[in-house]
């Protein structure tokens, strides 16, 4: 069964930077599509970056060029670098894992999710 747990959230305003991690269990990273998603109150949770586990990465247009999404297969993590945070950024981060399609945003596409994590970001 895999399990993600994802932790870095937190609270800052316009223009900081958060780095949020998801622990996944054992061979996770290595062997799955990976994602990270977003939920702000009362829209649709969508699509924030994917990863293959070669290293193809995938980023929304909303943030392309302030996040970054990575893996270290050999501590079963994976991170999403979150620069240059706008209020628009206020969400529940989630992370998700067994993506068939790799690189999707799709949300049908990933069978294993984590239990969010909060960011808040200011004006």
């Known amino acids: 069964q895999v399990q993600l747990v994802e932790s870095g959230g937190g609270s800052v305003q316009a223009g900081g930077s958060l780095r949020l991690s998801c622990a996944a269990s054992?061979?996770?990273?290595?062997?799955?599509?990976m994602a990270w998603f977003r939920q702000a109150p009362g829209k649709e949770r969508e699509g924030v970056a994917a990863?293959?586990?070669?290293?193809?990465?995938r980023y929304a247009d909303s943030v392309q060029g302030r996040f970054t999404i990575s893996q270290d297969k050999t501590k079963n993590t994976l991170f999403l670098e979150m620069n240059s945070l706008k209020p628009e950024d206020t969400a529940m981060y989630y992370c998700?894992?067994?993506?068939?399609?790799?690189?999707?945003?799709?949300?049908?596409?990933?069978?294993?999710w984590g239990q969010g994590t909060q960011v808040t970001v200011s004006s």
């Open positions: 054992e061979d996770t990273i290595r062997n799955y599509c």
């Open positions: 990863i293959h586990p070669v290293g193809s990465t």
């Open positions: 998700a894992a067994d993506g068939g399609r790799c690189l999707s945003f799709a949300t049908d596409n990933y069978n294993y």
